[in-house]
């Protein structure tokens, strides 16, 4: 099994306290979850949305628009992604983290765009503060990348980013109409045929002080929709209302959470949700998560049809552009036009 901080010199002792570098959940964090909240998370059944029964499906956007503005995050039933595709894909991907050390190292992370990084600690502020985390991260679109290893796992994560694609594409001309545009406004505007794809593995062992540390600190995720499944194991929290919220996926459902650039088309009436990973002391989470958003060249901003009868909330900016600046700030990015 991995460890927790593979490519640190700080690798933390199992049996020993935290270091200090991973004292990373604060008081005031660990006291604000609400498990009340975690059964009005809303569910989006994929088959009433793409239903050619206009009010089955008419009923169903309007279902999604208010699920987007409320939470920024839903949970997606009946996809049509056959359970066993995601079986062998979480497979797969647990047997690239149990690959030995020198072999994953061969895909070691050498700088914020390469097409395949393996490593932990991503975000700018990994050098002050660890947390408890290997990744895997390939850029899936518009160039399909892939570690060659472990066999089999490339053919599968092709097969699933692509159907993941599919249903992102379905559920982004959902959203279209929930804020009053053509179904294919936001696709064709910002060529998202033709956009960034990022695939995630997320593997967060067992932790022998889970009060102590975060797997991954609260952050938004750039893109329009990031699709989200697990082996089972809770750790996922997501920001609602000013708590922290656990969601545990109902089975073979997919997690589907709003995206920075979601947000900023729709001039701010879908938020792009804060979420975080929590740790346990027992057994290891492994998450599987699919990103995807415009072409990198596109310039993003509000829909112009919305600003008709509104002004604009955001400036418009390069989504490349964005993505650089979110890597060097933290992960935080205000291109509010007031800001």
Not at 282 to 310: C, F, H, M, Y
């Amino acid at each position: 099994m991995a460890s927790a901080n593979t490519f640190s010199s700080s690798e933390p002792n199992r049996d020993s306290p935290i270091p200090s570098t991973y004292n990373s959940l604060t008081d005031e964090a660990r006291d604000d979850v609400s498990d009340k909240l975690a059964a009005s998370i809303p569910v989006i059944d994929f088959s009433l949305l793409t239903s050619d029964d206009p009010l089955i499906h008419t009923k169903t956007v309007h279902e999604l628009g208010k699920a987007c503005a409320e939470w920024g995050f839903f949970m997606l039933t009946n996809h049509g992604i056959p359970e066993n595709v995601i079986e062998d894909v979480m497979n797969k991907s647990h047997e690239f983290h149990d690959m030995p050390l020198e072999e994953r190292e061969e895909f070691a992370d050498k700088g914020p765009f390469s097409p395949i990084k393996y490593g932990t600690n991503v975000f700018p502020n990994a050098e002050k503060v660890h947390y408890w985390r290997d990744y895997l991260r390939v850029i899936t679109s518009p160039e399909f990348n892939f570690p060659h290893k472990p066999p089999g796992f490339k053919e599968l994560a092709f097969e699933y980013t692509r159907k993941i694609r599919t249903v992102a594409r379905k559920v982004l001309e959902g959203i279209s109409e929930s804020l009053g545009l053509e179904s294919n406004n936001i696709i064709e505007s910002t060529c998202f045929d033709s956009g960034f794809q990022l695939f995630a593995v997320n593997l967060y062992p067992s932790c022998p002080q889970p009060e102590l540390v975060l797997g991954m600190p609260p952050h938004s995720d750039h893109g329009y929709l990031t699709f989200l499944t697990q082996n089972g194991i809770g750790g996922l929290q997501v920001k609602h209302d000013g708590k922290w919220v656990n969601a545990n996926p109902l089975p073979n459902s997919l997690i589907v959470n709003i995206g920075d650039q979601l947000e900023v088309v729709s001039n701010g009436r879908y938020k792009s949700v804060f979420h975080r990973a929590v740790l346990n002391n027992r057994e290891t989470r492994i998450s599987v998560v699919v990103n995807n958003g415009p072409a990198l060249d596109t310039e993003v901003g509000p829909a112009p049809k919305l600003l008709v009868k509104e002004k604009p909330l955001f400036k418009s900016i390069k989504y490349q552009d964005y993505l650089k600046i979110k890597h060097q700030s933290s992960g935080l990015v205000d291109i509010r036009l007031d800001a």
